[in-house]
């Protein structure tokens, strides 16, 4: 990781001086680096030898950059990772266009590595992603959105950059396509739960760790999992409050307490945490062809890392 992030800082150089202002205020602001290790986990599970690893690495976290670059223009956020979005300092176009060059740079650094295969998988995520963040506007404050809905948008959104991250690390080791299918499928449970988590979290963390404000999904008429359980469950004055906060946009920080309220007495904190860890067993299930490798038990303490976030 020393070398991935000495890699990524020598990557955001630019003679335009915003460029490398805008991308290191996020990339050195503290994030967990959680896909670039993903990585570097396959790959050295699958016994790869070589820098290949190193470089796809950072292009994977210059992909999940340009995503918050653009994720908080989109969102009109304020805070990232605890400090000040960088839209609010450069203003949304510097934004956007920042994240433009990181995309840039991470297919540079793709092309690199030689691996075609490894260029198609990441080139096909990103487009799996910018097509998630369109189905999730869709889904925005439409409280008519279904679970499966939902699942859909986080497949694309969040999990599959993971996926993704995951399926390279055996493909540049030239393992076969089982292993790349399991190291696939290990990533994509990861990011579910991962998500649905934070979508837990944002009811019911702490700002500290969350890094940003507990109720901005609230806020931003964000239809997350919890909220779809609790629609469900609720009665016909339940679903109403729902449709004033959320679909219409009238919502204040006493709303924000109701809202957690109703999710508490319908259990949907509980139920999507709950779901967080079914998708985190499927997850280490994925891994049971790499069992005798201590590389798998590392990777399935980060199962346990990502719910346990729910604590």
């Known amino acids: 990781m020393e070398r991935v992030n000495a890699f990524i800082l020598s990557r955001?150089?630019?003679?335009?001086?915003?460029?490398?202002?805008?991308?290191?205020?996020?990339?050195?602001?503290?994030?967990?680096?959680?896909?670039?290790?993903?990585t570097l986990a396959t790959a050295s599970l699958c016994g790869y030898e070589?820098?290949?690893?190193?470089?796809?690495?950072?292009?994977?976290?210059?992909?999940?950059?340009?995503?918050l670059l653009h994720d908080d223009v989109v969102d009109d956020s304020d805070m990232r990772r605890g400090k000040l979005a960088a839209r609010?300092?450069?203003?949304?176009?510097?934004s956007v266009?920042?994240?433009d060059f990181l995309l840039g740079q991470a297919f540079k650094m793709m092309v690199e590595v030689g691996s075609l295969e490894a260029l198609r998988i990441l080139s096909e995520a990103a487009a799996v992603i910018a097509e998630g963040e369109v189905m999730q506007l869709s889904a925005a404050k439409n409280t008519a959105?279904?679970?499966?809905?939902?699942?859909?948008?986080?497949?694309?959104?969040?999990?599959e950059l993971f996926a993704a991250a995951c399926e390279v690390g055996p493909v540049i080791a030239g393992r076969p396509k089982e292993e790349q299918a399991a190291a696939r499928s290990y990533g994509m449970n990861l990011g579910v739960?991962?998500?649905?988590?934070?979508?837990?979290?944002?009811?019911?963390?702490?700002?500290?760790?969350?890094?940003?404000?507990?109720?901005d999904d609230f806020r931003e008429g964000k239809i997350t999992l919890p909220v779809v359980l609790a629609y469900r469950r609720g009665d016909a004055q339940e679903?109403?409050?729902w449709k004033r906060t959320l679909e219409n946009g009238e919502a204040d920080d006493a709303d924000l307490q109701e809202a957690i309220r109703l999710l508490g007495k319908h259990g949907a904190i509980d139920d999507t945490i709950a779901r967080a860890r079914h998708y985190g067993a499927i997850a280490r299930?994925?891994?049971?062809?790499?069992?005798?490798?201590?590389?798998?038990?590392?990777?399935?303490?980060?199962?346990?890392?990502?719910?346990?976030?729910?604590?």
């Open 239 to 241: 679903r109403a409050f």
């Open 50 to 67: 070589g820098d290949g690893d190193v470089r796809l690495a950072a292009a994977v976290e210059f992909m999940h950059t340009a995503t």
């Open 97 to 99: 266009l920042v994240g």
């Open 12 to 38: 955001t150089g630019s003679s335009v001086t915003m460029i490398p202002e805008v991308a290191n205020h996020l990339i050195s602001s503290g994030g967990k680096r959680l896909r670039p290790m993903l």
């Open 88 to 94: 609010k300092l450069w203003g949304n176009e510097a």
């Open 285 to 311: 299930d994925a891994l049971g062809l790499f069992r005798e490798k201590p590389e798998a038990r590392a990777l399935i303490d980060v199962v346990e890392f990502v719910t346990a976030r729910a604590h």
């Open 145 to 159: 959105t279904t679970e499966d809905d939902y699942l859909a948008v986080v497949r694309g959104k969040t999990a």
């Open 193 to 215: 739960a991962f998500q649905l988590v934070d979508d837990a979290l944002d009811y019911g963390g702490r700002e500290a760790k969350l890094g940003k404000k507990v109720g």
